[in-house]
């Protein structure tokens, strides 16, 4: 049974950092393009990172771009986003999404239709 499961979030201060982490059972995410969305209360799903199966390639959405960075571990089946200089308008929940035979571009980073397995999320909240 294919399962993710995102782990990591929490509640950190302004300026703070999270590393966000998604764990893979029942399939091999080498082979598949993993991408992180968050959605916020009463906001539309929003994509964040995505990262290439077949070159490692990845995408940023730009408000997150250069304080972002997102990772693969093939040996531990996992992919993580390291979250630096957290902002307020960062919180939100988290999902992970996975998808194979895709190249992560700024189309798929930004668009959850082209994912069909989802984590159930983790909320991440900055606040002073």
């Known amino acids: 049974q294919v399962q993710l499961v995102e782990s990591g979030g929490g509640l950190v201060q302004p300026g703070g950092s999270l590393t966000l982490s998604c764990a893979a059972s029942?399939?091999?995410?080498?082979?598949?393009?993993i991408a992180w969305f968050r959605q916020a209360p009463g906001k539309e799903r929003e994509g964040v990172s995505c990262i290439s199966s077949s070159d490692g390639s990845t995408y940023y959405a730009d408000s997150v771009k250069g304080r972002f960075t997102i990772s693969r571990d093939n040996a531990k089946n996992t992919v993580y986003l390291q979250m630096n200089s957290l902002k307020p308008e960062d919180t939100a929940l988290y999902y992970c999404?996975?998808?194979?035979?895709?190249?992560?571009?700024?189309?798929?980073?930004?668009?959850?239709?082209?994912?069909?397995?989802w984590g159930q999320g983790t909320q991440v909240t900055v606040s002073s």
């Open positions: 999404a996975a998808e194979a035979h895709l190249l992560c571009t700024y189309y798929t980073g930004s668009n959850p239709l082209e994912y069909d397995y």
């Open positions: 029942g399939f091999t995410l080498y082979y598949y393009t």
